[in-house]
């Protein structure tokens, strides 16, 4: 399976562009034992083989595993929002519903900051031709140099310091260790800062209109 990201700021974990909650964790909130989570999925797939809608089961329940105390491997699910809400369905009480609000609202949020994360990514094409054709002779740094600016802007630190200060691998993407605000923020500059690029001004008058632009838009959500 290919690795999965668990994202801290929601307790969630991201896989093919979903977020996903995991079976343990709703037995730990929910107050219940894991086994009988588990059975209830197991359930579940079997409705939905039942009434001919197994590729929802694919989709919202996907098995996996983890290590127990003592180093056994033992199963569990992923599920996303669709899933969650279908088995959490049936849990009552007022703890229930407070629980079940809380973790459709860190789904919808977390699907947010996928969707900005997705769109900074997809930005990169343009970002990079615009970058290359403001030189003459374009070289490696220039691309670098351009993403690090508008890094320092945002999180006050280039990408090599940000991974020196979060303990991470040299070369690893720092964005998906971003927040949603963050990612944001940068998805504005990066586009703006193409049109500057395209418009021809120089790296320190593009600087500043981007230092700029970012003062104005923390004054307006502050």
């Known amino acids: 399976m290919k690795k999965m990201l668990l994202v ?17 964790q709703i037995a730990e909130v929910f107050e219940k034992r894991h086994d009988h989570i588990l059975r209830d ?21 996907v098995e996996t595993s983890y290590k127990d105390t003592r180093n056994r491997l033992q199963p569990k699910f992923l599920l996303s929002k669709d899933g969650f809400t279908y ?3 049936g849990f009552d009480g007022e703890k229930a519903a407070v629980y079940k609000i809380a973790y459709i609202n860190r789904f919808n949020q977390m699907e947010a900051w996928i969707k900005s994360l997705l769109s900074a990514k997809m930005d990169f ?24 600016m508008i890094y320092r802007i945002v999180l006050g630190m280039d990408a090599k310091k940000f991974r020196k200060t979060h303990g991470l691998q040299d070369r690893e993407g720092i964005r998906k260790h971003l927040n949603l605000e963050q990612l944001k923020a940068i998805e504005t500059l990066q ?6 690029l395209e418009a021809g001004f120089g ?20």
């Open 8 to 24: 801290p700021e929601y307790g969630l974990y991201e896989k093919d562009g979903k977020p996903f909650c995991d079976s343990l």
């Open 41 to 61: 999925i197991g359930v579940a797939l079997d409705t939905f083989q039942n009434i001919n809608q197994p590729k929802f089961g694919e989709i919202n329940f």
């Open 87 to 89: 088995l959490t369905m």
């Open 125 to 148: 094409p343009a970002f990079t031709e615009a970058v290359m054709l403001a030189y003459e002779e374009p070289k490696h740094y220039h691309y670098s140099n351009e993403v690090n």
């Open 191 to 196: 586009r703006i800062d193409i049109g500057l």
């Open 203 to 222: 790296y320190e008058e593009r600087k500043i209109k981007l230092l700029g632009s970012h003062d104005r838009r923390l004054r307006l959500a502050g």
